[in-house]
């Protein structure tokens, strides 16, 4: 899956910005990006949301444990990776119908904490069981919300692109000739929301988390660290 949102979406993270700055490299353009992903996958989908926004998805290599899905409800867009555990009594828990998948049940949470503010977003993130990771786009509200799972099963990463996108993929390989050293593995247990300004931990809201240079060696440019915890991301 792949999420690309431009600078009228998202403020690039400084900590990604600081990474590529230490190790200037090559990077292509957001919409370079989607190109190269549609090539790689057969019958991949492209969906470009107003002006600001491009999404892409494909049903290509993926796990049988954690596929792919892709929503849309009420002007809201969801890119979901893997299962949820607990998918039955959310869905009782949201009053969704028997058939909803876990995007429609990612849509209805995310609903659940716009309208109800100020419900912690924490609380709707944490109450998630399963291997997942999950971009969701607010058209209406030009919101962004991302999250990975506490374990970090689903692969997640993000960078930013030659034109100042910020971009989230499934896929390094993708990013890594696209956004230079200005990528790292999005940390687990976290969400990023532009709604509540930046990067946050499911279980330490309140924690600043800081992002720790990485070696010259490693294919990214930083990894994430919550602080009075482990690292998240290595």
């Given at each position: 899956?792949?999420?690309?949102?431009?600078?009228?979406?998202?403020?690039p993270?400084?900590?990604?910005?600081?990474?590529?700055?230490?190790?200037?490299?090559?990077?292509?353009?957001?919409?370079?990006?989607v190109?190269?992903?549609?090539?790689?996958?057969?019958?991949?989908?492209?969906?470009?949301?107003g002006?600001?926004?491009?999404?892409?998805?494909?049903?290509?290599?993926e796990?049988?444990?954690?596929?792919?899905?892709?929503?849309a409800?009420?002007?809201?867009?969801?890119?979901?990776?893997?299962?949820?555990?607990?998918?039955?009594?959310?869905?009782?828990?949201?009053?969704?119908?028997?058939?909803?998948?876990?995007v429609?049940?990612?849509?209805?949470?995310?609903k659940?904490?716009?309208?109800?503010a100020?419900?912690?977003?924490?609380?709707?993130?944490?109450?998630?069981?399963?291997?997942?990771?999950?971009?969701?786009f607010?058209?209406?509200?030009?919101?962004?919300?991302?999250?990975?799972?506490?374990v970090?099963k689903?692969?997640?990463?993000?960078?930013?692109?030659?034109?100042?996108?910020?971009a989230?993929?499934?896929?390094?390989?993708?990013?890594?000739?696209?956004?230079?050293?200005?990528?790292?593995?999005?940390?687990?247990?976290?969400y990023?929301?532009t709604?509540?300004?930046?990067?946050?931990?499911?279980?330490?809201?309140?924690?600043?988390?800081?992002?720790?240079?990485?070696?010259?060696?490693?294919?990214?440019?930083?990894?994430?660290?919550?602080?009075?915890?482990?690292?998240?991301?290595d």
């Amino acid at each position: 899956m792949l999420g690309i949102f431009s600078g009228a979406i998202v403020s690039p993270p400084e900590e990604l910005v600081a990474a590529g700055s230490r190790t200037p490299s090559p990077k292509t353009t957001g919409a370079t990006l989607v190109n190269r992903f549609v090539e790689k996958n057969p019958s991949a989908v492209s969906i470009q949301v107003g002006d600001y926004v491009q999404l892409a998805y494909s049903h290509h290599k993926e796990s049988l444990l954690r596929p792919r899905s892709f929503g849309a409800k009420d002007e809201i867009f969801c890119l979901f990776q893997g299962s949820l555990d607990n998918l039955g009594s959310l869905k009782q828990q949201y009053g969704l119908a028997k058939n909803a998948n876990e995007v429609l049940l990612v849509i209805e949470a995310y609903k659940t904490l716009r309208d109800r503010a100020p419900y912690p977003a924490n609380h709707v993130v944490a109450h998630l069981s399963g291997d997942f990771a999950f971009v969701v786009f607010d058209k209406t509200t030009s919101t962004l919300f991302v999250a990975s799972d506490q374990v970090g099963k689903v692969p997640l990463y993000w960078g930013i692109t030659a034109d100042g996108s910020v971009a989230f993929a499934d896929d390094i390989e993708l990013l890594k000739g696209a956004c230079g050293k200005s990528l790292a593995s999005f940390p687990q247990g976290c969400y990023y929301s532009t709604a509540v300004g930046g990067l946050r931990s499911f279980e330490n809201p309140k924690n600043k988390i800081t992002a720790i240079p990485a070696n010259e060696e490693e294919i990214w440019g930083a990894t994430f660290k919550v602080e009075g915890a482990t690292v998240l991301a290595d």
